[in-house]
């Protein structure tokens, strides 16, 4: 996680800028560039990279800037940079052996957003093939607080502060190695779906925006850089959110990791290994802050290809909000545009000032340089993003996670965990009704975790995970000669699971139980596994469960282009961590004390046995005074049948509820107790697992749970 410390302009007194002149041209007489220290606000080691997108190298690419610092001040509100790229000591522009023109003033009047310890990656134009050759090179630089006019770096630098740094690597940003792309607008790129016609708002030309504030800005800081593994930009997008929102309101407590969240998401958006359709990206969050009950609700921004999108997303930064957007990718050919594929990114800021445009995106598919974070800079035209690839990059679509609010500074939660002591009358929340669901590479296996339930302390309890192979193959994309080919794996038998529970402190056994299995070969579908735990006190407490996954690879080995790529994401194993609902463990209430009652003398009975007739009071009416759970296979493979017998006073109403992973029944039943006092239920069920049976007579809660295996 990233530690950033900065301002992005927001709250500054801004200048009305007209008429400037926002990509200025290189000189085309050399200017000899003279020694400058490395001091001030720019880091050492600055990287270049070249972009590779659908196996193509790019004449475009990104410059990283790292800070050794943070700054506030107006003075670096703009920065300007230059690289002397055919390293003759000069910056200029120059032609390549194969006739392109070359500027080597890269960054022309872009804002800065300025974090010590991470850094800035700007869009370049670098058409010349032979940069790599010339390493190190030198990166001279300067900021100010409004843009240029200037038409040469001469002119520019003159007067200004000037930086140094060096280019120490050369590297290459290859975009397919993150996620697939296809036209068909299903689900590509780590996301799809939303799209019905190749090109909607008239062939998505860029719309004037309607009227709007002259300036503008706000920014998220701090907000961290998870770099995504294939098709998973949505997931990893979502979680870099989820973590700054948990951070900044402090629940951090009730979020797992940053792995474990993804894994998570990826089983509540539905993901798949070609990626993460867009009609579920709501709804996914949505399940993911109910289950975490956190003070959070999730809504789209504006419209697809909105062109006030820019406004909308500073509404919602400047409310405190976290923000991603889906960005799709057009080629232009003979024929016009057609679409190429989509992304998700997390938004970090962004900045209107008169005619300039900018917004800053924390990009899971892009790699840290030297291990920074980086926060990318991107002009913006309306929905479009200058500079993102080489073909054309819009915003489709905007999300934010907003914070909720009792009142002006409580947040509101779902749930009150500040109550450990069960108040009268106040039900347990059952178990089962949510479970936690993560999802391995590949999408060949799911692993879940029930939701225990809530507890008084001293019960003991069980607690189910299931890992199920799902039988599913995985295809990744690669380009060889300029060709794009498949490669598909699948997972095959025996495969193995080793499994760990781990409680939170407040349970027994606390901390990490190992061999839950042992390491076990199977050749079947589903392993399940239960563990006792018993509340020990009071709190609130979860569950993990860890499966380490191993299977045989079925489809061959992966070709040399993808093991390159892909790496560790080829790999034959995995290890999944799911977290079970937050739950709590309630201690009983004190009992009311007892008042003492001075001693009541019974009515003298007169000899004759006439005069006053006393009546007996009636007993108080009891709760359940047995209550046994049992189970029968009816029809092994198709049905079995759950059993509850209560044990109470003839004639009473007891009311009832199973709870479990396949009730196919009422679940809810009331039976008036025979003149034995029995009240016996029977419920059908369909699936393995633990059943809980929760009810109350006379108004006494009862509670009694069984497996079913």
């Known amino acids: 996680m990233r530690h950033k410390k900065s301002l992005f302009l927001a709250g500054l007194a801004l200048v009305m800028l007209v008429g400037l002149m926002f990509l200025v041209s290189g000189c085309k007489k050399r200017i000899p560039v003279g020694s400058r220290a490395q001091t001030g606000a720019l880091d050492k080691s600055a990287v270049l990279y070249r972009t590779v997108f659908m196996g193509e190298e790019e004449d475009s690419g990104f410059l990283f800037l790292p800070y050794a610092r943070g700054e506030e001040s107006e003075d670096y509100r703009f920065i300007n940079a230059a690289v002397d790229l ?80 060096e280019i120490g690597e050369f590297k290459e940003e290859n975009f397919d190695k993150h996620f697939s792309l296809d036209p068909s607008g299903e689900l590509v790129g780590g996301i799809g779906g939303g799209i019905t016609a190749l090109a909607p708002k008239a062939a998505l030309a860029a719309e004037s925006p309607d009227a709007e504030p002259d300036t503008y800005a706000a920014a998220n800081h701090n907000i961290p850089d998870n770099a995504q593994d294939y098709n998973e930009c949505v997931p990893t997008s979502i979680a870099d959110n989820f973590q700054w929102l948990a951070k900044k309101y402090g629940f951090e407590d009730r979020i797992p990791g940053a792995s474990e969240m993804i894994d998570e998401l990826k089983g509540d958006l539905e993901w798949t290994n070609n990626g993460t359709g867009a009609e579920n990206v709501i709804g996914g969050k949505t399940s993911f802050i109910n289950r975490r009950a956190l003070p959070l609700e999730a809504h789209q921004i504006g419209t697809e290809y909105d062109p006030n999108i820019q406004y909308k997303i500073y509404q919602e930064l400047n409310r405190g909000q976290g923000v991603e957007m889906i960005i799709d990718f057009f080629k232009l050919g003979p024929d016009g545009l057609s679409r190429a594929g989509s992304h998700m990114v997390a938004v970090g800021g962004t900045l209107k000032i008169g005619d300039f445009r900018f917004i800053v995106i924390i990009d899971p598919g892009r790699d840290q340089a030297g291990g920074r974070a980086s926060r990318d800079i991107y002009e913006l035209n309306s929905f479009d993003i200058i500079g993102y690839w080489g073909g054309k990059t819009t915003i489709r679509t905007a999300y934010a996670q907003s914070p909720v609010f009792l009142d002006l500074t409580d947040l509101a939660y779902p749930d009150d965990r500040g109550e450990v002591v069960l108040k009268p009358g106040q039900p347990l929340t059952p178990p089962h009704g949510q479970i936690t669901q993560a999802r391995s590479k590949g999408e060949f296996f799911d692993v879940s975790i029930d939701h225990p339930g809530d507890h008084m302390v001293g019960d003991k309890f069980l ?100 093991t390159a790529s892909l790496g560790h994401q080829l790999d034959t194993n995995d290890t999944i961590t799911v977290e079970s609902p937050p739950f709590m463990c309630y201690a009983a209430p004190e009992p ?48 079995s049948e759950v059993y509850l017998a209560v044990i109470t006073d003839k004639g009473t109403d007891v009311t009832a509820t199973l709870t479990g992973p396949g009730v196919d029944d009422t679940a809810t039943k009331t039976i008036t107790a025979d003149a034995n006092g029995l009240a016996h239920f029977t419920w059908k069920v369909v699936s393995y697992g633990t059943y809980t049976a929760t009810g109350h007579v006379n108004g006494v809660s009862f509670r009694d749970a069984i497996a079913v295996k």
């Not at 974090?115 to 100010?144: C, H, M, Q, T, W």
């Not at 009541?600 to 009416?621: C, I, L, S």
């Open 86 to 165: 055919n390293g003759d000591g000069m910056i200029a522009s120059y032609t390549t052996a194969d006739g392109a023109e070359q500027n080597e003033w890269l960054v022309h009047n872009m804002i800065t957003d300025m974090e010590a310890g991470s850094g800035n990656r700007y869009a370049v134009a670098i058409p010349d093939k032979s940069i790599a050759g010339n390493l190190p090179l030198k990166v001279y630089a300067f900021f100010a607080k409004d843009p240029t006019e200037a038409g040469s770096w001469q002119e520019a630098s003159a007067g200004k502060t000037e930086e140094m740094t």
């Open 463 to 562: 607690v189910t995970a299931v890992t199920t192979a799902t039988r599913k193959s995985a295809a990744y994309k690669y380009w060889k000669d300029g060709t794009e080919h498949a490669y598909t794996q699948s997972a095959g038998n025996p495969w193995g699971v080793e499994g760990e529970m781990e409680g939170s402190a407040n349970l027994s056994p606390a901390g990490v139980k190992k061999n839950v299995p042992a390491l076990t070969r199977l050749s079947h579908n589903r392993f399940t596994v239960e563990t006792q735990y018993k509340c020990e006190t009071p709190g609130i407490a979860t569950i993990k469960y860890t499966a380490k996954l191993s299977w045989p690879r079925v489809g061959g080995e992966p070709p040399a282009e993808l």
């Open 592 to 639: 009311e004390p007892k008042v003492d009652q001075p001693p009541v003398t019974p009515p003298a009975v007169p000899a004759d046995g006439g005069g006053t007739t006393v009546t007996p009071e009636e007993p108080a009416p009891q709760g359940a005074r047995s209550v046994e759970m049992a189970f029968e296979h009816v029809k092994p493979g198709v049905y």
